[in-house]
């Protein structure tokens, strides 16, 4: 599935989940290292527990971020 995101420098994360595992995240744009990071740590985690640790993370004085985009992004596919 892909995402568009809001209020970030990512413009979309393309992210796939089966069977409630994160199999895959690709971010398109952003932070390289950042979301990379962020990719790779997530990937393999239950979505349920991705959602709970990323949400609300903010980046700067923005009320998202990249990893809240990819908490949302996880939401919308529940």
Known sequence: MIYKTHGV????????VENGIITSIKFVGGCSGNTQGVAALATGMKAEDAIEKLEGIRCGMRPTSCPDQ???????MQ
């Not at 420098?9 to 796939?16: F, H, K, L, T």
């Open 70 to 76: 990819l908490a949302k992004a996880l939401k919308s």
């Open 9 to 16: 420098c990512s413009q979309a994360i393309d992210v796939e």
